[in-house]
Structures are given as structure tokens and as C-alpha cells.
């Protein structure tokens, strides 16, 4: 579930709207962060025009890829580009939604909004430093909820991510050993794991598998009934994902940088959900 931005919900339709009538068929590819709402736009644009448009999602790294290289009109990913990338390849960038990625699990008699996570604790699970559910950190964070003596199974993305790279720049903020033997960008060297192909793919892995844990945009939990654990953000409080936490993160950004180059994560506020996201549509300027 995504926020539009109040003055760029129509972003990605001005921007298609732009493109000659003539032409047969308008292609976007990218990220399958803001995937389920761009069918539902394109859906309604679809109804109402006669210029045929369509989207892959790929992952945000074949987005940039591909528009890079002129293979579709616009190109999507939740990582934003900085002015040197944008001006080496004659490109614009724009936001058009904001969300929330979040992690999401499948232990045994555990509810959504039961287990609460920190940043620390949530990049030990994925390094490998916390294996069992039962492990004395996670019980501290949940003195009251029966967790299992069970080992985790960690999942990831395979493949180029913006998801994967929002969710590694949080936990590079919240844990310098993550920092220094991960890092973050679209596809890193997971410590521990099994990888899936983009959001429905992880969310997919994580449901049929028991005790599983993986982090996904929150649409792809809610539509496949996943349990989202809840988090404790920068302020030290407990935040639940959903639309005002996704809105709380947001609300000192500056969208009147330059290219709006915005990172979400980590980001001041009692009400703030900690792993928020932007993502954005690229084009050529010409």
C-alpha cells in the first residue's frame, strides 16, 4: 500500500502523455516496488487513451539499464540517481509514490504487529549472528510472546533491487558491522540465506517457509496476507507500517533538491516508520 505524492500522483501519466500519438506502444520496466499500483494506473490511462502502454517489472538496477540504453520510454527504481548519473545519460527523475518496505515473517502462532524488531537485531537475523527464533535478543525485544526454538531461514532478493537497496542503507545505518562487511546497494554478498526473484518472489518464499523471515514492500504482505512484524524506529518507539508512518517518515524530506534525490531511511520522528521508500521514473530529457 503507497502514498501518491499530493503534487506528483499524475507524474507518470503527464510524462506518458507527452509521448507523440503516433507512437505504437510506450514500454517502462524497473522496479517491482511500485509494480501493483502502475498496473492500476496504467489500467485507467489504458481506458481512456489510444496509446497502448506497458511495464515490466524487473528490479530497479534493470530499469536504470534499460532506459539507459534507450530500450523503453521510462524506467523505474526506488534508488534515486545522483545529478552526475542523471547527467551522464541525458536523464530526468521524478518521484511518483513513497511506501514502506517491511519484514515480514512466518513463525507459528505469531500474528502481525506481534514481534517487534530493532534495526540492530533486524541486520543480526541477516547476518547470521542471531540463527533461532528463541534467541535471548529476540526474547528481550518480546518478553511476552512464545517465540520457537526454531532456525530462522533468512530470505533475500536474487536479483538487482531497489527494495534490497533501501533495506541494506537502513541496516547500514543502524549497524556498523552491517556497514562494513555488506554495505548496501541493489544486490550485495547476503551473508546468510536464500534468494527469490523480486517482491512477489520473496514474499512468496517466505510463505511456504516455516519460520522464514524476508522484507518486502508492505502492498506485496498485505495482498498475500503475510505477518509484518513492527519496528522501533529512530525515536525509540514501537511504529506499526502503514500510511501515516510511511507519511511520518517523510515529512522533513527536502522534495525541492535537485532531481529529488531523497533517501527515506532511518528518518527522525516519533510517528516515523524506519524503513521507508521513494520511488522514482526515469526519462530522457530528449
Same mark, same amino acid.
Request: hydrophobic content about 45%; overall charge negative.
Given at each position: 500500500?503507497?502514498?501518491?505524492?499530493?503534487?506528483? &500522483?499524475?507524474?507518470?501519466?503527464?510524462?506518458?502523455?507527452?509521448?507523440?500519438?503516433?507512437?505504437?506502444?510506450?514500454?517502462?520496466?524497473?522496479?517491482?516496488?511500485? @509494480?501493483?499500483? /502502475?498496473?492500476?494506473?496504467?489500467?485507467? /490511462?489504458?481506458?481512456?487513451? @489510444?496509446?497502448?502502454?506497458?511495464?515490466?517489472?524487473?528490479?530497479?538496477?534493470?530499469?536504470?539499464? *534499460?532506459?539507459?540504453?534507450?530500450?523503453?520510454? #521510462?524506467?523505474?527504481?526506488?534508488?534515486?540517481?545522483?545529478?552526475?548519473?542523471?547527467?551522464?545519460?541525458?536523464?530526468?527523475?521524478?518521484?511518483?509514490?513513497?511506501?514502506?518496505? =517491511?519484514?515480514?515473517?512466518?513463525?507459528?502462532?505469531?500474528?502481525?504487529?506481534?514481534?517487534?524488531?530493532?534495526?540492530?537485531?533486524?541486520?543480526?537475523?541477516?547476518?547470521?549472528?542471531?540463527?533461532? !527464533?528463541?534467541?535471548?535478543?529476540?526474547? *528481550?525485544?518480546?518478553?511476552?510472546?512464545?517465540?520457537?526454538?526454531?532456525?530462522?531461514?533468512?530470505?533475500?532478493?536474487?536479483?538487482?533491487?531497489?527494495?534490497?537497496?533501501?533495506?541494506? %542503507? /537502513?541496516?547500514?545505518?543502524?549497524?556498523?558491522?552491517?556497514?562494513?562487511?555488506?554495505?548496501?546497494?541493489?544486490? =550485495?554478498? !547476503?551473508?546468510?540465506? =536464500?534468494?527469490?526473484?523480486?517482491?512477489?518472489?520473496?514474499?512468496?518464499? =517466505?510463505? @511456504?517457509?516455516?519460520?522464514?523471515?524476508?522484507?518486502?514492500? /508492505?502492498?506485496?504482505?498485505? *495482498? *498475500?496476507?503475510?505477518?509484518?512484524? %513492527?519496528?522501533? $524506529?529512530?525515536?525509540?518507539?514501537?511504529?506499526?507500517?502503514? #500510511?501515516?508512518?510511511?507519511?511520518? &517518515? &517523510?515529512? %522533513?524530506?527536502?522534495?525541492?533538491?535537485? $532531481?529529488?534525490?531523497?533517501?527515506?531511511?532511518?528518518?527522525?520522528?516519533?510517528?516515523? !516508520?524506519?524503513?521507508?521508500?521513494?520511488?522514482?521514473?526515469?526519462?530522457?530529457?530528449?
Amino acid at each position: 500500500m503507497r502514498l501518491k505524492f499530493p503534487a506528483l &500522483a499524475a507524474g507518470l501519466a503527464i510524462a506518458i502523455a507527452a509521448v507523440p500519438v503516433a507512437a505504437a506502444e510506450v514500454f517502462g520496466a524497473g522496479a517491482t516496488f511500485p @509494480d501493483l499500483i /502502475y498496473a492500476k494506473w496504467i489500467e485507467a /490511462y489504458s481506458a481512456k487513451t @489510444d496509446v497502448a502502454l506497458s511495464y515490466q517489472s524487473i528490479g530497479s538496477g534493470g530499469g536504470i539499464k *534499460q532506459i539507459e540504453t534507450r530500450n523503453v520510454t #521510462f524506467g523505474a527504481t526506488d534508488k534515486p540517481l545522483d545529478a552526475r548519473e542523471l547527467d551522464e545519460h541525458g536523464l530526468v527523475q521524478f518521484p511518483t509514490l513513497m511506501g514502506g518496505i =517491511v519484514p515480514v515473517i512466518n513463525v507459528a502462532g505469531v500474528r502481525s504487529g506481534e514481534l517487534v524488531l530493532d534495526g540492530p537485531t533486524l541486520a543480526k537475523i541477516f547476518l547470521g549472528e542471531i540463527a533461532r !527464533w528463541d534467541d535471548p535478543a529476540l526474547k *528481550q525485544l518480546n518478553p511476552t510472546l512464545a517465540l520457537p526454538a526454531e532456525a530462522i531461514t533468512v530470505v533475500h532478493r536474487s536479483d538487482g533491487s531497489g527494495s534490497t537497496f533501501n533495506f541494506t %542503507n /537502513y541496516l547500514s545505518k543502524v549497524s556498523e558491522t552491517w556497514k562494513t562487511k555488506v554495505g548496501f546497494e541493489f544486490a =550485495v554478498n !547476503w551473508p546468510v540465506g =536464500v534468494g527469490a526473484k523480486a517482491n512477489r518472489g520473496v514474499a512468496g518464499e =517466505v510463505a @511456504d517457509t516455516d519460520a522464514a523471515i524476508g522484507y518486502v514492500e /508492505y502492498a506485496y504482505a498485505k *495482498q *498475500q496476507g503475510l505477518t509484518h512484524a %513492527n519496528m522501533i $524506529n529512530r525515536d525509540g518507539k514501537v511504529v506499526a507500517p502503514e #500510511f501515516k508512518s510511511f507519511q511520518a &517518515a &517523510a515529512a %522533513n524530506a527536502d522534495w525541492t533538491a535537485r $532531481n529529488f534525490g531523497v533517501m527515506l531511511t532511518d528518518q527522525p520522528g516519533e510517528a516515523a !516508520w524506519p524503513i521507508a521508500a521513494a520511488t522514482f521514473i526515469l526519462m530522457h530529457q530528449a
